[in-house]
């Protein structure tokens, strides 16, 4: 069966996370050093897609307080942009203003270490962005007047 990936790209690293078989649930699987260009970025990224045999892509959008997109968001959205030009995924836009606060938040209450929290924070937070996704699409399927997914 197949699943949903999903990305937390920032300048330095990508947070990667995936969904189970039944598209209920994110899990975070590992935090990836960003390569020189998207390329590089995408070398990574194919095994994965094919191991896990991913349908969709979900990538988090950095949007400022206002909604607006800043710098950082503009930067994910050429990172996106490019990406499209090495695979034929579907890619899903995800709001994710505060899932990196959220994350470290969340791991500080589990009590890991700082040290583990900072090799796996992108991963926690690409999880959250991922399972934002699945429950707006799970919550739509049960109730499809609810409105449409943030793409």
Do not use: W
Not at 33 to 51: H, I, Q, T, Y
Not at 52 to 73: C, E, H, I, K, N
Not at 96 to 111: C, N, S, Y
């Amino acid at each position: 069966m197949s699943r949903i990936m999903g990305l937390d790209i920032g300048d330095k690293t990508i947070g990667v996370a995936i969904s189970d078989e039944n598209g209920m649930l994110a899990l975070p699987l590992k935090t990836i050093a960003r390569g020189n260009s998207v390329r590089s970025d995408m070398k990574l990224l194919r095994p994965m897609l094919e191991s896990y045999q991913v349908t969709d892509l979900v990538v988090g959008m950095p949007l400022s307080l206002d909604g607006s997109r800043g710098v950082q968001a503009e930067k994910v959205a050429e990172v996106v942009a490019a990406m499209k030009r090495f695979i034929s995924h579907p890619i899903h836009l995800v709001d994710e203003r505060f899932t990196t606060v959220e994350a470290e938040r969340r791991m500080i209450e589990d009590g890991v270490r700082r040290r583990e929290r900072k090799r796996s924070v992108d991963s926690v937070a690409a999880c959250l962005i991922l399972q934002t996704f699945l429950d707006r699409r799970n919550a739509l399927r049960t109730n499809p007047s609810d409105g449409g997914l943030n793409e």
